[in-house]
Every structure is written in structure tokens, then in C-alpha cells.
């Protein structure tokens, strides 16, 4: 048995380690790092209760002072804040440095966040090209201690908000989370879902192209977030859980006079993002991944609640909907491939659609959505790197629409059919400069060259 004194050292070593390590920004960091560090903790945890042990079992020295020399109950607490683990995949293999180191106070407050600035020119039409500083992020966080944790996100779209602007204020998330068991946590409060790729993870850092993919935009509305309560597991195998209750739809926000955000974005047009929240109907969600070889995720969520809220000013009342998606991700060397799937349902708005006959846009009863994306590191040298990329994406927001008479549904658009071809410039893992084309296949008026620089910290 090793002297009390080296053990004191490991552990000191140990939380050190750990202090330096943790970050509020976890949800952003690679999954490498992300169980390297719940690994220090796990180890962490049980030197302590080796230790305590240990000197049951020993006198302890009185140091110079009459005390004693070390105390476990005086060990230094990780600071900062624990988000949900990112997504398998979040982040390109070839970028592994520290992301979203944040900066802390001797306190425990930490501090982290993301902008992106854009700019979009649609094809042969110079007058409509239009620049904006489109999101600007502060996230600050917690660490009460080694187990309960609180982080906030507040965004800002646009550049300014006021009430002739277009800019949007918003908490992004406002939650506190806390480890029941090691690989068990709970949070509590306005948190992002764990559906797709993009909602938990939307770094411009993270993602390829200027702009946030279609599909998980318009079929699965962007950071997508509820009140709520919800659970996290993870399993030494690499599976990993997510369950919760949270806050649904308001189909009351749905605009007969004929909406382009309703046709933009069926979800999108009616969340309620945590404000005077209608709560008569509840709404339930599942996820699985696993993560378990490397440089591969396979996973999929379930979604499923009210969107009626019970309002007696509607005429369908008990309308819910439902949200399933599949995903997949394989990164090897220099690749890295993704696709994903997903469908929404409406249920029980029949009677809606009927009373409101002869609107623009009746409640669809199914929207779904596909893409399949493949990058390549072309070249790296340090911090520098040049990442092109492909994708194609096919989408319908509008598939049918029930309760309405016959001869007065609106026509069934076709599929959105859109091709983006681009790269990003890395000046640094957390710092880049992007460029793309988007062809829409039977829209060519949406055509565009897209210029973008997005960063984190």
C-alpha cells in the first residue's frame, strides 16, 4: 500500500486535472474529451472514497500547525457546468483541439459562447443580396458542486431588436441539471431536445455549410426547446438515452390568412420556446445512440404530444402531433458522412382544417424530410484546414391535408430538391470562414452563393 502521503498527492494531482478540464461548454466539446472527462470524475470520486477509507484505517499526522495535513472534505470542487454530452460526430475528427474553452471565475461562474455573420446573394440578382450578424450567443453557467450544475444560453438574432426590427432576444436554455448516479443525470427547466444532429450541437463551427441544413429547419424546427424535465443515461458500451416531459405545440398560433413561416416550417410556425407556455396537453420524447466504435454514431428519437392544448377557440382541440427521425454518421481520417431521415405527423385536425375551409395553408397531415452529406480535409497544416463538402437534401412540408373539402385543398407542392456544394476555411478549430452554392432543382429562383464566418469560444 502506497504511503498516505503519495495518495494525498495523486488526488490532488487528480482534481487538478479535473479542474482544469472542465468547462460549461461540455455539450460542445468532442466526445472524445467529453469521456475522458467523465472518466476523470468517476475516478476522482472513488480516489476520495479510497482515501476516506484509508485513514480510517491510519493515524493522521498533525501538521505544523496541530491540524491535519490534508482533509478530504476540503478537496477542491469542479467548477464550471456539465451540459448534455454532444452528439457523436458534433465535430470533425481533424479539429480535436479544446472547444468551447470557456473563461472562469474564481467564483464558478463560467462564461462560453457562438456568433455567425452571413451574407447571400440569389443568382443573377445582385440587388438581393443581404449581409446580417445573424445570431450572437453568451452562455454563462454554474457549478454549485461535483453533481448540480445550472448553464443559460441568450441569443440575440439579427443584431437588434426592437419593434419595427427583425431581431429576435431569446434564452436558448435556462436549466439546472443534476448526476443522480454517475452515468445517470436529470435537468430540469428550457432545454434543447435531443433530436438530429443540429439542435443540441448548432456551432457554425460544427456544421458544414453557411447556413443551418433544410431538414433540420424546416421538418425538425432549429434549436428546438421546451420546458420540461428530462433524463440522460450512458452505458460503458457506448449506448446512450435520453427521456423526458416537456412542454408541446400551440395550434392556436397557426395563421389561416395564409403564412410563408407555416409552409417554411409546420413545427417551427406553433412552438412556444418557453413563453406563457400552453400546458393542458403534455408532450413525451425518447432518444437512443450509440457511440460504442469508433468514429461511428447510429441513432433515432420519437416525439410525441399536444398541439390542441385543449383551447376551446379551436375546433380541434385534442390535435397532437408526432416527430421520428433517424441518424447515422460515420467519420474516418480525412471523411466524414452523415445522412438523416425524418417525419412529422398531425393528428386530429380534421375538424380544424374543415372549419377554416378555403384557407392558403391547412394543417398538413405529414411532412417529412432527407439528406445525406459527405465532407473531405482536403489539406491541414497547424490550426489551418480546408474541408469542402457535399450535400443534397429532399423535403415536403405540406403531404396532404385532412378535413379539407374536396376541390379545395391546396395543390401538393412538389419536393424541395436542393444541392449545396462548399467548403470551410478553419483558421483555427474554433474560427471559420465558409463559402457555398445552393441549387434548388425545381425552385431555381432560390438559387444563391452563400458567405459566411462563424466562431465559438
Known amino acids: 500500500m502506497f504511503p498516505l502521503t503519495f495518495q494525498r498527492a495523486s488526488l490532488s494531482a487528480v482534481a487538478t486535472a479535473a479542474l482544469a478540464m472542465c468547462s460549461p461548454a461540455q455539450a460542445q466539446t468532442p466526445p472524445e474529451l467529453l469521456q475522458e472527462l467523465r472518466s476523470m470524475q468517476h475516478e476522482l470520486r472513488a480516489v476520495r472514497a479510497e482515501l476516506e477509507a484509508l485513514k480510517r484505517q491510519q493515524p ?57 455573420l452571413t451574407m447571400s446573394r440569389p ?28 448553464a443559460a444560453e441568450l441569443e440575440i438574432e439579427n443584431a437588434v431588436v426592437s419593434a419595427s426590427d427583425q431581431g429576435e432576444v431569446a434564452f436558448e436554455q435556462l436549466y439546472i441539471e443534476h448526476d443522480l448516479q454517475d452515468r445517470l443525470s436529470a435537468k430540469v427547466g428550457l432545454f434543447l431536445l ?17 447556413h443551418r441544413n433544410l431538414v433540420e429547419t424546416a421538418i425538425i424546427p432549429s434549436t428546438w426547446r421546451e420546458l420540461g424535465v428530462g433524463l440522460r443515461g450512458t452505458h460503458a458500451s ?54 460504442g466504435l469508433p468514429g461511428i454514431n447510429v441513432g433515432g428519437s420519437l416525439y410525441n404530444g399536444g398541439a390542441g392544448q385543449k383551447q376551446p377557440d379551436i375546433a380541434s382541440p385534442n390535435a397532437s402531433v408526432t416527430l421520428a427521425e433517424l441518424h447515422a454518421r460515420w467519420q474516418s481520417g480525412p471523411w466524414d458522412l452523415s445522412t438523416l431521415s425524418a417525419q412529422g405527423r398531425f393528428h386530429d385536425v380534421s375538424t380544424f382544417n374543415a372549419t377554416a375551409a378555403g384557407i392558403a395553408n391547412p394543417v398538413p397531415s405529414l411532412f417529412r424530410g432527407w439528406y445525406g452529406q459527405a465532407a473531405y480535409r482536403l489539406w491541414q497544416q497547424g490550426d489551418f484546414s480546408l474541408v469542402p463538402f457535399v450535400r443534397y437534401e429532399q423535403l415536403n412540408t405540406a403531404l396532404g391535408f385532412a378535413g379539407v373539402p374536396v376541390g379545395l385543398a391546396p395543390s401538393i407542392a412538389p419536393d424541395t430538391r436542393v444541392w449545396t456544394v462548399g467548403a470551410s476555411y478553419y483558421l483555427h478549430p474554433q474560427v471559420v470562414l465558409k463559402i457555398d452554392s445552393q441549387r434548388y432543382l425545381n425552385q431555381s429562383a432560390l438559387d444563391k452563393l452563400n458567405l459566411g464566418v462563424g466562431f465559438h469560444f
Open 60 to 116: 493522521v499526522a498533525d501538521s505544523p500547525t496541530g491540524g491535519s495535513t490534508w482533509s478530504a472534505q476540503t478537496a477542491p470542487q469542479t467548477p464550471g457546468v456539465s451540459p448534455a454530452p454532444a452528439v457523436s460526430g458534433s465535430a470533425p475528427p481533424w479539429t480535436p483541439a479544446p472547444a468551447m474553452a470557456a473563461t472562469e471565475a474564481p467564483s464558478g461562474v463560467s462564461l462560453f459562447g457562438y456568433g455567425e
Open 238 to 291: 457506448g449506448l446512450r438515452w435520453d427521456a423526458g416531459v416537456v412542454t408541446g405545440f400551440d395550434l392556436t398560433k397557426w395563421s389561416s390568412a395564409g403564412s410563408s413561416e407555416t409552409q417554411a416550417s409546420p413545427l417551427g410556425a406553433i412552438h412556444q420556446e418557453g413563453q406563457q407556455a400552453k400546458a393542458a396537453t403534455l408532450a413525451t420524447y425518447g432518444a437512443l445512440n450509440f457511440d
Open 194 to 210: 435531443p433530436v438530429g444532429y443540429m439542435n443540441e450541437t448548432h456551432e457554425p463551427t460544427r456544421y458544414f455549410g453557411v
Open 123 to 150: 443568382r443573377g440578382n445582385t440587388a438581393g443580396a443581404v449581409a446580417t450578424a445573424r445570431r450572437g450567443v453568451l452562455g454563462f453557467a454554474y457549478r454549485f458542486n461535483d453533481r448540480t450544475r445550472m
